[in-house]
Antibody
Framework: QVQLVQSGAEVKKPGASVKVSCKAS????????IHWVRQAPGQRLEWMGW????????KYSRKFQGRVTITRDTSASTAYMELSSLRSEDTAVYFC????????????WGQGTLVTVSS | QSALTQPPSASGSPGQSVTISCTGT?????????VSWYQQHPGKAPKLMIY???KRPSGVPDRFSGSKSGNTASLTVSGLQAEDEADYYC??????????FGTGTKVTVL
């Protein structure tokens, strides 16, 4: 069955970077796009960007442009989201999600990774 | 890209129906038939309930239905059940490979 398993919780200091992984299994990794979405505590979902796992093309939300980098390792069936210049407002749960259906920012989601930014 | 606007809360008794609105602009909801709806229980990942305005993924009960008129999309949950109590988020394709989510609605089953 399809699984997206994300890396564990992280605690980072302001100004640092964090890299979250999303390991896919149960389907052909390179056939679909992976989105990244975050959710601050008690807040709404916020779309960050996507990567075409096949050709590596990416698209980022204007809000995160310049601070976020999404990559993938096809040999490991894993996507990564790196966010730099962290600030306290970046404290959130970060989700990866596979897109199969057109026009959705993900039809199957990982379990989420809590990133806490604190001095 | 501004968030789509949803009412903060909605409620209904078991067996009743509840409808949640999702208002965007002519650049997102109004321009594309790519509105999705997600259900999120506390501490859990979102689950896709509706895609392409009104289509249901396999396994989603037909109590869930979606529609759109102009810049506003709607999700209706009929025959409310206790397990429907959750947060619901709409999302829309916003052109140039961008996406936007709604502000979220907490549905309470009375």
């Amino acid at each position: 069955q399809v699984q997206l398993v994300q890396s564990g919780a992280e605690v980072k200091k302001p100004g640092a970077s964090v890299k979250v992984s999303c390991k896919a299994s149960g389907y052909t990794f390179t056939s679909y796009t992976i989105h990244w979405v975050r959710q601050a505590p008690g807040q709404r979902l916020e779309w960050m960007g996507w990567i075409n796992a096949g050709n590596g093309n990416t698209k980022y939300s204007r809000k995160f442009q310049g601070r976020v980098t999404i990559t993938r390792d096809t040999s490991a069936s894993t996507a990564y989201m790196e966010l730099s210049s962290l600030r306290s407002e970046d404290t959130a749960v970060y989700f990866c999600a596979r897109q199969v259906l057109a026009g959705t920012p993900g039809d199957y989601w990982g379990q989420g990774t809590l990133v806490t930014v604190s001095s | 890209q501004s968030a789509l606007t949803q009412p903060p809360s909605a409620s209904g008794s078991p067996g009743q129906s509840v409808t949640i609105s999702c208002t965007g602009t002519s650049s997102d909801v109004g321009d594309y038939d790519y509105v999705s709806w997600y259900q999120q229980h506390p501490g859990k990942a979102p689950k896709l309930m509706i895609y392409e305005v009104s289509k249901r993924p396999s396994g989603v009960p037909d109590r869930f239905s979606g529609s759109k008129s102009g810049n506003t999309a709607s999700l209706t949950v009929s025959g409310l059940q206790a397990e429907d109590e959750a947060d619901y988020y709409c999302s829309s394709y916003a052109g140039i490979n961008n996406y936007v989510f709604g502000t979220g609605t907490k549905v309470t089953v009375l």
